[in-house]
């Protein structure tokens, strides 16, 4: 019982962190999410425990999916080059150093808007096009946390059916 407590613990623990990864991409998101569901079943050895991580699993890969497909989409339609998102990934990292806690989006933004301008030769265009793959990659993000807390509130339930009821 020891094991148990303690591998829940350890799991909601792998569940937070990777919720918040999903919003905050320094942090590893929806695969510690799985980590943690499937320490969870492997520690209770019990039906309950495999079904709460299949389950889980189920809005762990949805989030993903729904995360890359409805970004993809939306900056193919306004044709933004995979190198404008290198270019705001390396400045967002370097934003990270410059300006603690929001540097990475500041930085981000900043690279994504610098490479457009200098593809495009228009500030506006340039803005219109960066706008538009902030919002493509935030409802993005917002699709992969809505699944997250969704396996979030799949292994709640467990542990309360599995220690409780």
Known sequence: MEAQITATILSGLLIAVGMAGVVVPVLPGSITIAVGLLLWAVTLQSTL?????AVGM???AAGMLAGAVLTG???RERRIPNRSILAGVVLGIAGMFV???VGLFVGFAVGLLLSEFVRRRDFREAAGASAAALKAMGLGVLAELGCAFGAGTVWSIGVVVHFFL
């Open 99 to 101: 300006l603690p806690v």
């Open 58 to 60: 189920v809005f762990v």
């Open 49 to 53: 425990g495999w079904v709460v991580f």
């Open 73 to 75: 989409r939306r900056l």
